[in-house]
């Protein structure tokens, strides 16, 4: 096997996290070396965001292996964004100008998807999600809550036998992510990290 260096194994990591999200998955989790994930940590400090998770590689697939919360999801891509841009010898500001100038419609979703305090998303302007939605009314009701809980239900579409009617309990108080001050801070935990790691040798912006 060719020997990668730190970012591409902190990439496919992630990369791994993401994606191997059922049990046909199982061949290529065991196909991975396990330094992909020895010693792999979050950039960003958050309750939602479990120190171990990076880390765990069990034996066998289980369902607890991929990253599944909407929060844990969307900082392990903002993660990949920045490893991807230090392998490419980019700078911070040469990321955070590509997002700027190339990305209108995710820095749209950005300001306006808002998450619980257990990784949910509770509202979004991202097609993806308008499953998830309150209407607009009654997300203009709760958005200034700060306190206590919300029951939302919503039909999942995602089951193969079929769209299925769901509960489910939102925690409060609910909040937005910025992306680039999230870019900022992976990218000075990763420039710290790996510092010392020839041949990487990240740039400054």
Request: hydrophobic share 35%; charged share 30%.
């Amino acid at each position: 096997m060719i020997k990668q260096s730190p970012l591409s194994r902190a990439i496919c990591c992630r990369s791994l996290k993401l994606n191997c999200l059922t049990q046909e998955y199982d061949g290529l989790l065991k196909a991975a070396p396990d330094d992909y994930f020895i010693g792999e940590t979050w950039s960003k400090q958050d309750p939602r965001l479990a120190p171990g998770r990076l880390s765990d590689k069990p034996r066998t697939w289980n369902w607890d292996f991929p990253l599944r919360t909407n929060y844990e999801r969307r900082q392990a891509l903002v993660e990949i964004d920045v490893l991807t841009s230090m392998a490419l010898g980019l700078t911070l500001e040469d990321l955070k100008t590509i997002y700027r100038l190339q990305f209108h419609v995710l820095q749209k979703s950005e300001a306006n998807t808002w998450y619980d305090q257990r990784g949910r998303v509770v509202f979004s302007v991202s097609k993806g999600l308008t499953n998830l939605n309150f209407t607009t009314n009654g997300w203009e009701a709760i958005k200034n809550k700060t306190s206590g809980t919300v029951i939302k239900t919503f039909i999942d579409e995602t089951q193969p036998s079929g769209p299925v009617e769901r509960t489910i309990e939102l925690f409060l108080p609910f909040d937005r992510c910025d992306r680039e001050r999230d870019y900022d801070a992976a990218w000075s935990f990763f420039e710290e990290k790996f510092r010392k790691s020839a041949p990487f040798k990240p740039k400054r912006s």
